[in-house]
């Protein structure tokens, strides 16, 4: 049977519910949509260690986070894996092609991709005057040095006053064709242009936004700055404490204090999305004109979400669904997957560790034994059946470090330094307004999920637990040292 074409859309910090198919009342991404449309969504999809790189290693490598080795953010970390989803990928006979964000190290690793476009976005790390040369953003970033050939050797995309992390909004303020978004569907599209007709592809469209900068072309600005948007959702649980005395700092991990700096945050992120949206439009629209369509699988995703200010949050490392939940959709080609359900809705707890194995099954390459993900292929058929029936996700975030143990109805929440809970009912809670860990009926429940969770920590170096109990206030660091060359 002839291989099908892979397409992976990655997205970066873009929330399982800021989507049009997933009901969300002001984003408008029809693009998306339509994917969703011809394929199967997942709602209940997760990244089990919510921030940048740990996400990326668990997509790349098919391994939960204990085993690649990170559970929370640290960079310059060698990435050192027997096995990944793009070397795998090109033993199979697979051209390999990734344009946009790895964000790995040393930047240019491959990772076993046969090519790489590079454009990490603005990383602190690598733009330090004391990073050497070959390490430098301004010279490993091939849309950084795209950028400044085209616009002048100081332009930059910090020339709008934004920083990365930062909430504060305002539109591109060069020529669109300019933007980092445009950038990937472009040189994605040049790949097509250039790939062996005989050979099939796997192309990686790896996009930076909606993360920040929430720098957006002004048309999609003007899309959302006069409609009424849906407020932030904030628990009864939460307190202002972190808000009032972190609100007035640029890239808090609170969000702004000021309500118009919340209102204009939404409108950047919104517009970012639906930026997004008509750029993966372009190349969806290409692939069908080259008669690609067809014969090809689309997986599309994000490596985590966006508090967006829910419960006084911004960015993400957090335990709750803006952070950690996050979109997934497999969309297929008329002469591939025939048995796949079209315009369904799967609700089984998936994770990103499930990407590599999905498409290796695609591309009909045996999966190696370090993979501890999941196959999605039988849930894209059956929609109405799981592959889990819960998940730990962890993150690593000083005084805010957690884990929790998640199902399709429910979540149970542990922070490890204070040792408080948490429980939430997201059946018929999902924007976790309130905290039911003192209900006298959860409690069972709530015993049964700290139970799943004394089960994954059991063996860890941190020591969080005896096998019996939970034990606060270890030391956490990001990376398990011993587990990234596995």
């Known amino acids: 049977m002839k291989q099908p074409n892979i397409i992976l859309i ?3 910090q873009l929330r399982g519910d800021c989507l049009g198919y997933a009901g969300h009342p002001d984003v408008k991404t029809p693009y998306l949509d339509t994917l969703a449309a011809k394929g199967v969504s997942f709602d209940r999809a997760y990244s089990a260690c919510p921030s940048c790189i740990a996400a990326r290693a668990a997509l790349h490598t098919g391994m939960e986070q204990s085993h690649h080795g990170r559970v929370g953010y640290e960079d310059n970390i060698p990435w050192n894996y027997s096995h990944t989803l793009a070397g795998e990928l090109s033993k199979a006979g697979y051209y390999t092609q990734c344009v946009g ?21 603005y ?41 990365c992390n930062s909430y504060l909004a305002r539109p591109w303020m060069h020529e669109e064709k300019y933007h980092p978004t445009n950038w990937v569907t472009e040189r994605s599209l040049d790949f097509l242009r250039r790939r062996d007709p005989r050979q099939p592809f796997f192309l990686m469209a790896s996009y930076l936004r909606p993360h920040p900068p929430f720098d957006a072309p002004q048309y999609y600005f003007d ?9 932030p959702f904030v628990g009864d649980w939460e307190t202002d404490e972190f808000l009032k005395r972190d609100g007035r700092i640029f890239d808090s991990k609170t969000g702004p204090l000021d309500p118009e700096l919340v209102r204009e945050a939404q409108i950047g992120y919104y517009a970012c999305i639906t930026h997004l949206d008509h750029q993966i439009g372009r190349l969806i629209m290409a692939l069908v004109e080259q008669e690609l369509y067809d014969d090809s699988v689309i997986l599309f995703t994000a490596d985590h979400g966006e508090e967006l200010c829910d419960h006084h949050m911004f960015r993400k490392s957090r335990p709750y669904e803006g952070s950690c939940r996050i979109p997934l959709i497999i969309s297929a080609g008329k002469n591939v997957l025939p048995l796949l359900k079209a315009s369904e809705t799967c609700h089984a707890v998936t994770e ?6 999905t498409l290796l099954s ?6 190696p034994d370090t993979v501890d993900g999941f196959n999605l292929l039988p849930l894209t058929e059956n929609p109405k059946n799981s592959i889990r029936t819960w998940l730990h996700g962890e993150h690593s975030y000083g005084d805010f470090s957690n884990h929790w143990i998640v199902t399709e109805t429910d979540k149970y929440i542990w922070h490890s330094q204070t040792g408080q809970e948490q429980y939430f009912c997201l059946e018929n809670d999902p924007h976790e307004l309130r905290d039911r860990i003192k209900d006298s009926d959860c409690r069972e429940r709530v015993r049964i999920l700290r139970g799943h969770l004394i ?25 398990l040292s011993s587990a990234t060359a596995r």
């Not at 006069?226 to 407020?231: M, N, W």
């Not at 990103?352 to 194995?357: G, Y």
């Not at 695609?362 to 999966?367: H, N």
């Open 455 to 479: 089960e994954s920590l059991k063996g860890r170096p941190e020591k969080f637990t005896d096998g019996e109990k939970l034990i606060a206030g270890r030391p956490y660091l990001p990376t």
């Open 10 to 12: 990655m997205t970066d």
């Open 223 to 231: 899309l959302y700055k006069s409609k009424a948007l849906q407020p």
């Open 362 to 367: 695609i591309a009909g390459r045996e999966i």
């Open 101 to 121: 964000k790895m964000h790995v190290h040393p930047l240019r690793n491959y990772l076993g991709f046969h090519n790489v476009e590079l454009h990490d976005g």
């Open 352 to 357: 990103l560790r499930d990407v590599m194995p």
């Open 123 to 163: 990383l602190h790390a690598a733009r330090y005057g004391s990073v050497p040369y070959r390490e430098s953003q301004f010279v490993a970033d091939d849309y950084f040095y795209w950028l400044k050939q085209e616009l002048g050797v100081t332009t930059d995309v910090t020339d709008t006053g934004i920083d």
